[in-house]
């Protein structure tokens, strides 16, 4: 393998690991979103059953 194509596959993981970053990112916003929205809705349920 020469030196280039070394360099390369370098350039190509670290994007790839720059991606997957950026994915458990989304992915972690998304889950306190849900969570969020799940305790609001657990809130308001409570809120209506002792009503």
């Given at each position: 393998m020469s030196e280039i194509e070394y360099d390369e596959?370098?350039?190509k993981v670290r994007q790839h690991e720059e991606a997957?970053?950026?994915l458990l990112e989304i992915?972690?916003?998304t889950n306190r979103r849900?969570?969020?929205l799940d305790k609001k809705n657990?809130?308001?349920s409570?809120?209506?059953s002792f009503s």
């Amino acid at each position: 393998m020469s030196e280039i194509e070394y360099d390369e596959l370098v350039k190509k993981v670290r994007q790839h690991e720059e991606a997957i970053a950026q994915l458990l990112e989304i992915i972690a916003v998304t889950n306190r979103r849900l969570s969020e929205l799940d305790k609001k809705n657990e809130e308001s349920s409570h809120a209506y059953s002792f009503s």
